[in-house]
């Protein structure tokens, strides 16, 4: 293990021994070092474009991809925890197979990404003899007993960038307790097509798409400043 790792590893074990341990407070102090070190460890940064993790709602992407400008919430230990297992999952997928996984790939650079302005990056992309074989997007929190309709589109636009054969969405609690797995299936493409093409065509016009998000989604957007204002209260969504 890296020296970074280790040292969130250690953290974040910290934090779990005082929340077993029933301790809140020093849970908390604990939290807010774990916390800072987990975003001083995210290479990711923001690029304008269509971002298929924000297909859940076609008005953020519509902002996105007219370069709008983000207030992201602060952080919330929810999000926190799923970067961390993020990270650990890839540290230790990285460890075993070596040149065969790559994580946070850029599609930005992809044909498919060019053409459609598609931003962002799938969290991981295994490969056998330098050829791409099958795609990974990590999901924690919920785990459902179907996949969800935005992350099937989400999947779906990765794969038209991307092109492995396969690609799987592996949905993870935060605990670790529970996982499972689901491939993306090809007849899906057509409806994510479908969904992009008119995603694009509202671009292109200057039709603000509907606001769609769920609850969740509103809380933890950088766009819901705009939707607030517009007199949509995100809370009661
Ligand atoms: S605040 Fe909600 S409705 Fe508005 S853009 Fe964000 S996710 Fe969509």
């Known amino acids: 293990m890296g020296k970074d790792s280790d040292q969130l590893a250690s953290l974040f074990r910290d934090v779990v021994e005082q929340l077993s341990a029933g301790n809140r407070i ?8 774990f916390g800072q070190e987990v975003f001083k460890s995210s290479n990711y940064k923001f690029r304008p474009g269509i971002h298929p993790h924000e297909f859940s709602c076609l008005r953020a992407c519509y902002y996105s991809a007219k370069s709008i400008e983000r207030r992201p919430p602060s952080p919330d230990p929810r999000m926190l925890v799923g970067r961390a297992l993020h990270n650990e ?40 003899e330098g050829k791409p074989v099958l795609g ?13 309709q935005a992350h099937i589109y989400q999947l779906g636009l990765y794969q038209l960038c991307l092109k492995p054969p396969f690609f799987a969405l592996w949905y993870i609690s935060r605990d670790g307790d529970k996982s499972k797995v689901f491939f993306f299936q090809q007849e899906h493409l057509s409806a994510v097509k479908s969904g992009l093409f ?40």
């Open 26 to 33: 020093a849970a908390e102090a604990y939290w807010n070092v």
């Open 89 to 128: 999952i890839n540290f230790i997928m990285k460890s075993a197979l070596g040149d065969s996984y790559i994580h946070d790939v850029p599609v930005d650079d992809t044909e498919f990404g060019r053409e459609y302005g598609i931003a962002g990056e799938a969290d991981g992309l295994f490969l056998h």
């Open 136 to 148: 990974l997007e990590i999901k924690t929190g919920t785990v459902p007993t179907s996949p969800f």
């Open 198 to 237: 008119d995603l694009l065509a509202m671009i292109d016009s200057g039709e603000l798409p509907p606001a769609e998000g769920s609850w969740f989604t509103c809380r933890y957007c950088p766009y819901s400043y705009l939707c607030l204002k517009e007199g949509m209260d995100a809370k009661d969504r």
